[in-house]
């Protein structure tokens, strides 16, 4: 009787992972009217709040993922999730604007190099042609995640109130941590019980390092110094400036201007993270068929250029909207393609970082995550400058639009056949190895 193979079992982990991470985000958003008339705190402090957690995600996301590519997946994964678990829980007891600030800078500098870990465990793990497939799924879990957070996190806080409700997902983190503990291991070689047939397949299927290459101790002048790596940000900024509007302040808008119960807000503001889900899977599948085709560098290039000219025309209707529905339907169009853009830039991260994967798409998922920061200040900011505070925020939107359309143009410039190689003069991009048929 076949086995299931255990890469599939390690996908599992990765995509409860992301899932429980975004659960963990997600909670904040929807608490946020409790937390606001519990603490006394201003639409402008609880924009703070949300960007406290971005600003400390953002700020951790390279330590993170040099962390993995030095320790290794196992077990930086399971202690960064107890760690941002103890303050999800502490986060119930925050008692003035302050303490909350700080307990969710924390939270976001504990969930920083989740994403990286993943990579590092993907290069080892996960064959070339199987890798787009594998990020969307991973990201799909996070979007999946966030969806059922909305209305299920709604009716655990009417059940248990908003401080109650941390700790539960306090918990949850102990459990996945102790799992991928005892389960996981960080690479392929290690696991007894796994086939000698998919053993191999992995080893022949991933990236081999070579010189350089191999040495885990890549530098941040080596970094700095990579032109993929700094287009890569770039687009990664639009693309989390655009989605992390989703994760703080689209419930509470969707509630307020069209006078909606917690739970019609929650499933209105759901959409968009299926929307999402599916972006990733689309990706995810594009990008193995084109790289199964011959065309290493369209792999990814495709599906991240169709995805940000989705989500600049999602973003303009949802400037326009005039119906809760109508402004779920267009922001869904405009996280369906953001998500589409997530797979094919983690996978070109792991392309050109090899095992420097982690920190590598730390330094990228960092610039990410300083436009998650910069929207939920832009937000209140920018309806503020508004005639009348416009309530559809249209300049917010506008904004948004406009750096996706640009981040549209940047990947017409990022090869992933490009690594990133640590060596005495700094960068060589260059991979003889592989070339786009």
């Not at 949300?50 to 400390?56: E, H, R």
């Not at 969930?111 to 993907?122: D, H, K, L, N, T």
């Not at 299920?152 to 806080?157: E, G, S």
């Not at 909207?321 to 094919?344: H, N, V």
Request: charged share 15%; proline share 4%; net charge neutral.
């Amino acid at each position: 009787m076949s086995r299931l193979p255990k890469r599939y079992l390690l996908v599992t982990g990765t995509f409860l992972l992301s899932v429980l991470l975004y659960v963990d985000r997600a909670c904040i958003s929807v608490a946020k009217g409790d937390v606001q008339d519990d603490l006394g705190l201003s639409d402008q402090q609880i924009g703070w709040v949300f960007s406290a957690f971005a600003l400390g995600y953002a700020l951790f996301q390279t330590p993170g993922g040099w962390l993995a590519d030095r320790l290794g997946p196992r077990r930086v994964l399971a202690t960064i999730v107890i760690a941002w678990s103890v303050f999800t829980g502490l986060t119930a007891a925050a008692f003035n604007f302050v303490a909350i600030l700080v307990v969710r800078f924390l939270f976001g500098a504990g969930e920083a190099g989740a994403f990286p870990g993943m990579s590092r465990a993907v290069f080892s793990w996960i064959p070339m042609s199987e890798r787009g497939l594998v990020q969307g799924i991973n990201f799909s879990g996070s979007r999946l995640g966030a969806a059922l957070a909305l209305p299920l996190i709604a009716v655990l806080i009417d059940g248990l109130g908003w401080r109650g409700s941390f700790v539960v997902l306090m918990l949850v983190g102990f459990v996945w941590a102790v799992a991928w503990y005892v389960l996981f291991r960080d690479d392929p070689a290690e696991v007894e019980s796994m086939s000698d047939a998919e053993r191999q397949l992995i080893l022949d299927g991933r990236q081999q390092s070579s010189g350089g290459d191999g040495d885990p101790g890549l530098t941040a002048a080596a970094i700095g110094r990579s032109s993929t790596v700094g287009l890569l940000c770039v687009q990664y900024f639009a693309s989390n400036f655009t989605f992390f509007i989703a994760l703080s302040w689209l419930f509470p808008l969707l509630k307020e201007r069209f006078a909606l119960s917690g739970l019609e807000a929650s499933l209105y503001a759901s959409a968009p993270f299926v929307a999402g889900a599916i972006g990733s899977w689309v990706a995810g599948w594009l990008i193995d068929v084109i790289y199964r085709a011959g065309h290493w560098p369209a792999s990814r290039r495709v599906p991240a250029v169709a995805g940000f000219a989705f989500a600049t025309v999602g973003l303009l209707g949802t400037a326009y909207s005039e119906t809760a529905f109508a402004t779920a339907a267009w922001f869904s169009l405009a996280i369906f393609g953001a998500d589409m853009t997530l797979a094919p830039s983690w996978t070109t991260c792991v392309d050109i970082g090899k095992k420097n994967a982690g920190v590598v798409s730390g330094t990228m998922n960092m610039a990410g995550n300083i436009g998650s920061f910069v929207t939920s200040l832009a937000f209140p900011f920018l309806k503020g400058l508004t005639v009348d505070s416009d309530p559809s925020n249209k300049a917010f939107f506008f904004v948004a639009a406009a750096l996706n359309a640009i981040a549209v143009a940047v990947w017409f410039l990022i090869d992933p056949r490009k690594p990133i190689v640590a060596g005495k003069e700094g960068v060589v991009v260059a991979d003889a190895g592989q070339a786009d048929g």
